[in-house]
């Protein structure tokens, strides 16, 4: 029987170098063949709104969805560990939180949750790690501000911005927090970042010195309709879904995947 991935075997992965492979799935036959793969850590993403329902963006997913979904993946995964997103407005509160990530844990069968957002959110930190509940933080472009920001854009390009998310960064993993993703940042911040917190950094679009990478599961397939520069079609040069998998995991692991022109520079125009 093979272990599960755990949070402490992805801290001793960073510890020893080790880069992590990851990637988005919401149903079981992508994360059969994810798990298969290699792939480390499975996350069943919000993004679902957007790649799944056809939605704008993800604000419209529910927490009946986001457990409908984790259970079809947690049904194929063996070995993977499998994260949840809390969906938009389902947890303002700690105590709100708590009970959306038991409906995650119990009946989607994750083992770990994420929510976007930095220093505002340490207290539903805290809650949640004091109550064994696993914490992902979301820093940089956080899709559920969609209305707030006005469009999806690089973040913390200024001076005062990157210094506000290495700021959350800290915060989060001080207030418990076993993992972070950084969406859409230069790549230098996300390497100072990496360096200044002692857990793992799980990027996309924010460059090659994270602790590891994660893509949508669609994109990475060259399904989606718009190509985005931060992501990469797998499939392409390979003779199926499973080789091009395979290709994603060997490429995060020895740190070739994402190149330079998959990132965003802080001087970059
Ligand atoms: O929902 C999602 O797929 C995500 C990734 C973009 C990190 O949060």
């Not at 979904?69 to 938009?88: E, G, N, S, T």
């Not at 859409?184 to 857990?199: F, N, Y």
Request: hydrophobic share 45%; aromatic share 4%.
């Amino acid at each position: 029987m093979t272990d599960r991935v755990s949070l402490p075997s992805l801290l001793a992965m960073k510890r020893r170098g080790e880069k992590i492979a990851s990637l988005t799935a919401y149903d079981a036959s992508a994360a059969a063949l994810q798990d298969a793969a290699g792939i480390d850590l499975i996350l069943v993403g919000d993004s679902l709104g957007n790649v799944i329902q056809g939605q704008p963006n993800t604000l419209s997913v529910t927490l009946d969805h986001m457990v409908y979904h984790c259970a079809c993946v947690q049904r194929a995964a063996r070995r993977a560990l499998i994260l949840a997103d809390l969906p938009f407005m389902s947890y303002c509160t700690p105590e709100q939180a708590a009970q959306s990530a038991a409906r995650l844990i119990r009946e989607g069968g994750a083992q770990a949750v994420k929510l976007e957002g930095g220093r505002e959110r340490l207290d539903i930190v805290r809650f949640l790690t004091h109550q064994n509940v696993p914490v992902c933080g979301h820093l940089g472009l956080q899709p559920q501000a969609i209305h707030r920001l006005g469009r999806y854009a690089v973040q913390g390009r200024d001076a005062e911005s990157a210094r506000c998310i290495i700021e959350d960064a800290c915060l989060l993993a001080e207030a418990g927090a076993g993992l972070l993703v950084l969406e859409c940042i230069p790549w230098e911040l996300a390497q100072e970042i990496t360096s200044a917190v002692d857990i793992p950094t799980i990027g996309i679009g924010a460059g090659r010195h994270c602790d590891g990478q994660v893509l949508v599961w669609q994109d990475m397939l060259g399904m989606s309709a718009q190509s985005l520069r931060f992501s990469k079609n797998f499939l392409a040069g390979h003779t199926g879904i499973k080789e091009a998998v395979a290709a994603y995991a060997q490429e995060v692991k020895a740190g070739c995947f994402p190149g330079d022109e998959h990132s965003f520079g802080r001087d970059d125009a």
